[in-house]
């Protein structure tokens, strides 16, 4: 285990006062907060930087493989302390249901993610010593490392419902043994959710979509939405690097409906705007793991597929227009689509890239996920500059106003204040 204290061998620390008491929260999350490489790293540190500016105090525990790759060294600095243990194993493909349909295992928790038992073993030791005044978990597999009755109110961050998704996937799923597979993974997950949710204070959504599920599924808990965001200030307009015949298609993943999504751009429209502009070029970031996919856009004209890349901001400073192709709504492609956005970047998107966002449609963002429109929009957006800077500023205005940190600062102050005030009083005006 590592243990870094932020009080401890630096300026910022030594100068910092102490918080008032009743701030001190304890915040559990499967991945090292980061600020790039997925919303599952995104949306704990951006959690972390709101509490930091609201006056918190952060006691985190975390889980990784590898604990010396990718840790911010900022992430002590905003902390009062981290402690970071190894993962059990490697984080699963979102495929769940395919990597494990031919073992027909069940496990009590999903496959997505791996909980170390000494983070169980680090929660314990701080919730008898830490006088919290709430703790806040990554998805409900951190929830389920916490004692069965906690003695501080537990909100759980829920970025993705396993069941519902695995439900889906059941839905389209390639083979039979696959798709019932899913079907009985998703109905065990269900009760599982369910039972983790009992005594919870409250449920957190980053979006209003997946706000209104929750409350569906948990009517008798308190559900916050907690907007998904990004820092503006770590996204520059750079409008002197665009490249105008460059079309970006970010956030490719194995999810099949992505991957049918994206054939069916690169086969139907990219044809179309290369027809009509004969110098567009296409690039594809993201992992692509099925090998037809990777060898269809090889082979087609004008289009490279460039990989996972862990920091697009590059790529997006480069292209004259952002195109988002998902096949369903999730968490991750709100964030590529706020990252584009954040500077000032036309976006092309499809219905599912936008849902939970409130980007107006014409104004803010283009969508549709018809071939011969989608290859309509983005030549018309290649060829006129104007447009395309006007759409892009005000895309950015509305993540500075509506997805930036001072939002989700605001909806964390509503769900938070009266917790830290309860604590208070019940210490009598100081910390235990």
Request: charged letters at 25%; proline letters at 8%; aromatic letters at 4%.
């Amino acid at each position: 285990m590592r243990r870094a204290n932020q009080n401890a061998g630096t300026a910022e620390g030594r100068e910092r006062t102490p918080e008032p008491p009743g701030r001190r929260v304890l915040m559990i999350t499967l991945a090292v907060p980061y600020p790039h490489g997925g919303s599952h790293r995104q949306r704990p540190w951006s959690l972390i930087r709101a509490l930091r500016d609201e006056g918190w105090e952060i006691t985190l525990i975390t889980q990784a493989r590898g604990v010396a790759r990718e840790f911010p060294e900022s992430l002590p600095l905003l902390c009062r302390e981290v402690d970071l243990v190894a993962t059990p194993g490697a984080r699963a493909s979102a495929n769940s249901a395919r990597a494990g349909a031919s073992g027909l295992r069940f496990d009590a928790v999903g496959e997505e993610w791996e909980v170390s038992p000494q983070i169980t073993i680090a929660a314990r030791r701080h919730l008898e010593h830490g006088g919290f005044a709430a703790v806040l978990c990554d998805q409900f597999h951190a929830r389920a490392a916490l004692p069965p009755q906690p003695p501080a109110p537990v909100i759980v961050d829920v970025q993705r419902l396993e069941h519902e998704w695995l439900r889906d996937y059941a839905n389209r799923a390639p083979t039979g043994v696959e798709r019932l597979y899913a079907r009985l993974r998703a109905r065990k997950l269900r009760r599982w959710e369910a039972r983790e949710a009992v005594g919870v204070y409250a449920l957190a959504a980053g979006s209003a979509p997946e706000a209104t599920q929750l409350r569906r599924l948990h009517p008798a808990i308190r559900v916050a939405l907690l907007p998904e965001v990004v820092d503006t200030a770590e996204y520059e307009d750079k409008a002197g690097e665009e490249q105008a015949e460059l079309v970006l298609c970010s956030g490719a993943s194995d999810e099949p409906s992505d991957c049918d999504a994206l054939s069916q751009f690169v086969s139907a429209a990219w044809p179309e705007i290369r027809r009509r502009r004969p110098s567009a070029r296409l690039r594809v970031a993201g992992a692509l793991p099925q090998p037809d996919l990777l060898r269809q856009i090889e082979i087609t004209p004008g289009a490279e597929a460039a990989g996972k890349i862990e920091d697009l901001q590059a790529d997006l400073a480069r292209a004259a227009v952002c195109v988002l192709l998902p096949g369903r709504p999730s968490s991750g492609e709100r964030m590529k689509l706020l990252e584009a956005a954040a500077m000032a970047k036309p976006i092309l998107s499809t219905p599912a890239g936008a849902e939970g966002l409130d980007f107006q449609p014409g104004v803010e963002i283009l969508i549709t996920d018809e071939p011969n429109r989608l290859a309509a929009c983005a030549v018309e957006l290649m060829a006129n500059p104007e447009r395309r800077r006007a759409l892009g500023q005000r895309a950015r205005q509305r993540v500075e106003r509506d997805y930036s940190l001072p939002a989700l600062r605001r909806a964390l102050a509503e769900l938070l204040e009266p917790l830290a005030q309860a604590k208070t009083m019940a210490a009598g005006g100081a910390e235990p």
